[in-house]
């Protein structure tokens, strides 16, 4: 009886250990927000969105899609760095993969429209 206690508790255990996997991959992300806000410059704007673009491109989170408010701040950054066009479209996308986002989204969009 003993044996059969100790080995049900020892695979609850094991079990207890197993990893799952993230819901989102975010990458680099806290580091090159961070060293985007401290520094502001240039290299710090094309590390962020090459790390936005390595978010959306490649999700291997359990959930596999873009991580809420990815797309609307990559968004905001692109008309902050004067691509409208795009900027619109990653904010649309925003709304289009997390509807609860449009009120907020919304605003933004106006005001950029003249």
């Not at 996997?21 to 410059?41: E, F, G, I, Q, V």
């Not at 596999?64 to 692109?78: E, K, R, S, T």
């Not at 691509?83 to 904010?91: H, I, Q, S, V, Y």
């Amino acid at each position: 009886m003993k044996k059969i206690t100790f080995t049900i508790l020892a695979a609850l255990c094991l079990a207890s250990c197993a990893t799952q996997r993230p819901l989102y991959s975010w990458y680099n992300y806290n580091t090159t927000s961070y060293s985007y806000l401290k520094n502001a410059d240039e290299k710090s704007t094309q590390e962020l969105i090459e790390t936005y673009q390595k978010i959306i491109e490649k999700q291997k989170g359990s959930r596999n899609v873009v991580p809420p408010g990815i797309y609307a701040d990559y968004g905001f950054l692109l008309l902050q760095a004067n691509k409208p066009e795009e900027g619109k479209a990653m904010l649309l996308q925003e709304i289009a993969l997390y509807p609860e986002s449009k009120v907020f989204i919304d605003r933004i969009l106006k005001m950029i429209e003249p």
